[in-house]
């Protein structure tokens, strides 16, 4: 089992919708990143959490420390928000990456 | 604006002949990450420089070797590539200070993808 999980690991959302993505995982963090990648290009980070919640735009991410998950969500989706949406859990000066969720936001 | 920057963008090399990757940042961040992130995956972390002290990940093989003459320059050495290095590279950087158990964002570049022909 990995440490970081992800779901859905593929979605399609017609544009103008409200997209949620989760992230569960397994070990001890000192905080949590939502990091945006585009197809063939390189890693933008979206959020750093270690409790409560963040609003950036239409991006929201919340994480449940107790619970250990977190979710991201994005509202009023947009075609250019296709991307592929990975969570990273941080421990020390490390980060251990789930296997991202590829968006595609259709017109 | 401030930035990390990864110098080629692409690199094709031949099986076995070295090749340099290089990162550099206006960050003036004390932490420097290569990552390997191959074609559907996620990154994997190579190694990172705490200041000048190199940390080597465990699965990371002999080929890979890294150099970081100061703070903003770092690079990845791939001493005799395979087929199965074909991967993009990706450089990251952050501000974590010495001893602190603090979290810091990582910002990455845009990636140097390689070919191995």
């Known amino acids: 089992k990995n440490e970081v999980e992800q779901s859905p690991q593929n979605l399609t959302a017609q544009e103008g919708e409200f997209i949620t993505i989760n992230c569960s995982y397994s070990?001890?963090?000192?905080?949590l990143h939502w990091l945006q990648q585009h197809p063939g290009g390189g890693i933008v980070s979206l959020f750093m959490?270690?409790?409560g919640k963040k609003k950036h735009g239409r991006l929201i991410a919340t994480i449940n420390i107790q619970e250990k998950h977190s979710s991201l969500h994005i509202t009023a989706s947009h075609p250019r928000d296709s991307a592929v949406y990975i969570c990273?859990?941080?421990?020390?000066?490390?980060?251990?990456f789930g296997t991202g969720t590829r968006l595609q936001v259709t017109l | 604006d401030a930035m990390v920057i990864q110098n080629p963008r692409y690199q094709v090399t031949q099986f076995g002949k070295p090749v340099t990757l290089s990162c550099s940042q206006t960050?003036?961040?004390?932490?420097m990450y290569w990552y390997q992130q191959k074609s559907s995956q996620a990154p994997k972390l190579l190694f990172h420089?705490?200041?000048?002290?190199?940390?080597n990940e465990a699965d990371t093989p002999d080929n890979f070797q890294s150099r970081r003459p100061n703070t903003s320059f770092c690079f990845l050495d791939i001493r005799s590539p395979g087929l199965g290095d074909a991967a993009m590279y990706l450089c990251?950087?952050?501000?974590?200070?010495?001893?602190?158990?603090?979290?810091?964002?990582?910002?990455f570049g845009p990636g140097t993808r390689l070919t191995v022909t």
């Open positions: 420089y705490y200041d000048k002290d190199f940390n």
């Open positions: 960050l003036n961040h004390n932490v």
């Open positions: 990273a859990v941080q421990a020390a000066s490390k980060l251990t």
């Open positions: 990251a950087t952050s501000g974590q200070g010495t001893g602190t158990s603090g979290s810091y964002e990582q910002y």
């Open positions: 070990v001890g963090i000192s905080a």
């Open positions: 959490l270690s409790s």
